[in-house]
């Protein structure tokens, strides 16, 4: 396919959850500029050229046809797009590390490294380099160490761009972000390239909600936002197994606190747990750090935060198995989601993944239903091969089960019709409700026997 003449060439290595919907935007956005778009991953690479996007995001399809072959490109040819692009968004992976030193904690940097690698191997022009992955705080300093000690005469200058989209509302969140954080250099060339990614996101995001910073600031920013997102979850759920002792609800405390300017009201939900691919890897990094710099208080205060999350996910489990007379062997529970949220087919670090392995492991018999997240929990939930039911229909996921739990918010499940579903259970049935999401009062009118994160129990024994 002939590409367009521009002088301003933008390539995105990394074509994910990140890559692809961020490019986009910008493509959308910025007309004048050429947007591509690489990955090695050819088969996610054909996906975005094709209408079955590689991944499940409203909105998404309609921005990618609005742009894609005029000037947002997909590829799999990396090194004649390194070449001759002028400013090169990474947006590799950047796992937990599962070996050697740091296993379980640090940040895996063996795509970024290969990527830094790759663009130094190819380049023959100075360039613009963005971090877009989520890295340690630091990071900066090792790319300019393997970008800039090169003996080709070009200067590369490293930024760091860290992205806040969360899945489900990924389009909404690029096109009216509460901010975009730019960190550079402060020297002459950092702060030029400063200036033209700045320009690039004024096409549409008010100048006030640019903000920029040293390039240290923006690292961290990014590792220290997630950590405060998930500590609130985990302070709202840490509550919630106290408001189960004390007949308080959680809803009425998070709403009463919530009403605190200084609070606020979002992101106060209990749940089953928090998951996603980065809440609990973004914390561990964070830990690491801290670790690293003989910071032990700090490591352990951010620390708990994921044993909260863990904990939460254990009684929640816990609880189905007690309530359900201490066994759960040989009975049909209907899972209702097992994306990590609703509005996405991403299932990384679900709680659904634990909740799921648990009650297989008690030989409780698991029916996974989900509108989005099958493929994805199939290959979770690999091992257990023939054992688990997958039904994306929840009528018929819920037959002849002895519980249903709840553990994705999806919308569709708030107005199934559950006297029908209750009429095909066993009985007694029992609902779980992981999300807070349904009538209580009305399925316990119904028959069924709820329990709610953070609320007392209905039971009909
Ligand atoms: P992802 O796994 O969906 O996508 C990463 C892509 O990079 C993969 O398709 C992989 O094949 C590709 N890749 C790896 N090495 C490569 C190489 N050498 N050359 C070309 N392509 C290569 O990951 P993601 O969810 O998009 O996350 C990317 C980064 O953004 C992570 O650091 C993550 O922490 C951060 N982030 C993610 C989200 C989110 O909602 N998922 C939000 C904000 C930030
Ligand atoms: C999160 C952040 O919200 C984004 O800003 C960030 O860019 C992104 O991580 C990232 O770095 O990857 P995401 O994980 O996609 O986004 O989704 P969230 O809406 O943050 O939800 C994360 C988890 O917390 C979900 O399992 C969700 O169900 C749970 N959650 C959220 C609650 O249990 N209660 C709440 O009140 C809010």
Redesign the pocket.
Known sequence: MAHKKVDKRILCIGAG??GGPTMAAIALHCPEYEVTVVDINAARIAAWQSDELPIYEPGLLDVVKKVRDKNLFFSTEIENNIKNADIIFVSVNTPTKTFGEGAGKAADLQYWEKTAREILRASEHDKIVVEKS?LPVRTAKAMDRILNDNNKGIHFEVLSNP???????AVA?LEHPDRVLIGSHESETGLAARKKLVDIFAHWIPRERIVTSNVWSAELS?LV??AF??Q??SS??SISALCEKTEANISEVAHAIGMDGRIGS??????????????KK?ILNLVYIAENYGLHEVAQYWESVIKINEYQERRFVQQMIKVMFNTVAGKKIALFGFA??KD?G?TRE??AIFVAKKLIEEKGMVIVSDPKAIPNAKNDLLEFGENIVYEPDPYKAAQGAHAIAIL??WDMYKTLDYKRIYDSMETPAFIFDG?NILDHDRLFEIGFSVFRIGRPSLTHF
């Open positions: 959850y990140v989520t992205e806040f989209l969360a899945e489900g509302t969140d990014k936002a997630n997102l998930a609130r979850i709202i759920n979002k992101f106060l939900n209990a749940s089953v747990g928090f998951g996603g691919s980065c809440f973004d990590f949220k996405t991403d679900s709680p994705t918010e999300r």
